[in-house]
């Protein structure tokens, strides 16, 4: 059982510059999730894939957010121009029916 | 979906039972409770949920009141390693995929 991996863990960046992160879900997971969680806050919807479609997006995901799963397997969240706001980890989930398995998440540090 | 209310933090003796409150007076009929918990600087945990009838599993078992407006997870025997923010989510099944996590209940289980 491999679960959810995010790549990378942590990432620091200035502000304004692009970052990109992935997400490999489980294996014939078809649903994959994207979260942000800031520090004493619980994680907060992103976006919603059901294979390579894009069913639901919060509108906490700003024109600045843009998530593809290009061939309905690992997913990207890019976030262009960094904003210090943008500081949280970010979460990525799986699932086939029902409950998802969460990954360990990708640290975003916008200084 | 429906509100929840969790106390903010709890403690807990090792190897008594943590009893977890939450507060759903708005629940509707077609609403489950789910509980997940986030250990520190890992993603969240799917635990258990539940429509009317109490459930039991292998983590944890969860007591949903005859009206449905309150509900409690029960740890029976907590660990140190049951540390964790514990998170009370309502659902309707048909409203979408985003889970609405809230601030949980931070429990502190200690030896």
């Known amino acids: 059982d491999t679960g959810v991996s995010q790549n990378p863990r942590h990432k620091i960046t200035k502000r304004g510059q692009n970052v990109t992160f992935r997400c490999d879900p489980i294996s014939e997971h078809n649903r994959l999730y994207w979260y942000r969680q800031t520090l004493g806050q619980g994680p907060e919807f992103l976006t919603y894939f059901q294979n390579e479609a894009q069913l639901e997006k919060s509108r906490l995901l700003s024109d600045r957010f843009s998530a593809e799963r290009p061939k309905g397997s690992f997913s990207t969240l890019e976030i262009q121009r960094t904003e210090q706001g943008d500081s949280a980890m970010y979460l990525c989930?799986?699932?086939?029916f029902g409950q998802g398995s969460f990954g360990p998440g990708t640290r975003l540090t916008v200084l | 979906d429906a509100k929840t209310t969790q106390p903010p933090s709890m403690d807990c003796a090792e190897g008594r039972a943590a009893n977890l409150p939450c507060n759903h007076s708005t629940i509707s009929g077609n609403e489950y409770v789910y509980w997940y918990r986030q250990i520190h600087s890992q993603g969240p945990q799917y635990i258990i949920h539940?429509?009317?009838n109490n459930e039991t599993n292998e983590m944890a078992s969860l007591i949903i009141t005859e009206d449905r407006k309150s509900s409690t997870l029960i740890l029976p025997h907590a660990t140190l390693r049951d540390t964790a923010v514990y998170y009370c989510?309502?659902?309707?099944?048909?409203?979408?995929?985003?889970?609405?996590f809230g601030k949980g209940t931070s429990l502190l289980v200690t030896p």
């Open positions: 539940g429509l009317k």
């Open positions: 989510i309502v659902k309707d099944s048909n409203s979408g995929y985003a889970l609405n």
């Open positions: 989930a799986s699932s086939l």
